[in-house]
């Protein structure tokens, strides 16, 4: 859970509070692999349980299935502004782009189960475009560090590039100058992709010293 000093500018695939916006806080809530789905869905039990955490309206928040053990946070300045990423991650349900999925209707919904969830803090304005680019670079970097660690689908048998349901949200200043440009080229992109590679790369080596040691 993070909580900001002021509201900021966020683009973000979460269930409550997604899409492009601002908000003042992020919560990535963890619910149990086996929990009956509610009813309700999705947004409206992030929203209940954000606000029994005093969270406010306009909180971004995300659910996981993956251990709270796999959170990594890591940190990096740019001409003293700083990047600030958040991640927990589980593989459960690793999966390739392309793979066959599992919901063969058009407006079914997957539960939570594993999900690699990605929180950006950048201490520089973006415009809608670099926010746009910077969610790519986080899914390419993602994509980069499982296939490093040699992560499959368990579908298909290829390099997995992420999970089948990942989140990911970049909140950036609502104020001052924005950066235009946040991709493979330039240096906020290559910073935000170490982060994300450094932390992720982090958090599946802990799961498997967990796993080795029983």
Request: aromatic share 2%.
């Amino acid at each position: 859970m993070l909580v900001a000093d002021a509201a900021r500018r966020v683009l973000s695939s979460a269930s409550l509070g997604g899409g492009l916006g601002r908000a003042s806080a992020w919560y990535n809530a963890h619910v149990r692999h086996d929990a009956p789905l509610d009813p309700a869905g999705p947004a409206a039990v992030l929203a209940r349980r954000a606000a029994e955490r005093g969270l406010a309206c306009d909180t971004v928040a995300m659910m996981t299935g993956a251990a709270m053990t796999s959170l990594r946070l890591a940190t990096a300045e740019i001409e003293a502004a700083r990047f600030t990423l958040v991640l927990t991650a589980g593989l459960a349900n690793a999966r390739t782009a392309g793979d066959t999925a599992e919901m063969r209707s058009l407006r079914a919904s997957p539960g939570p189960a594993g999900t690699i969830n990605v929180a950006l803090i950048a201490d520089v304005a973006l415009t809608d475009a670099a926010l746009v680019e910077t969610v790519a670079t986080i899914a390419e970097a993602k994509a980069a560090a499982l296939q490093q660690a040699g992560i499959k689908s368990p579908v298909s048998g290829r390099p997995a590039t992420g999970t089948g349901t990942d989140a990911t949200a970049v909140f950036a200043r609502a104020d001052g100058a924005p950066i235009e440009y946040s991709g493979k080229h330039t240096l906020v992109g290559e910073t935000i992709a170490r982060l994300v590679m450094t932390a992720l790369a982090s958090s599946i080596a802990g799961a498997e010293e967990a796993r080795r040691a029983g």
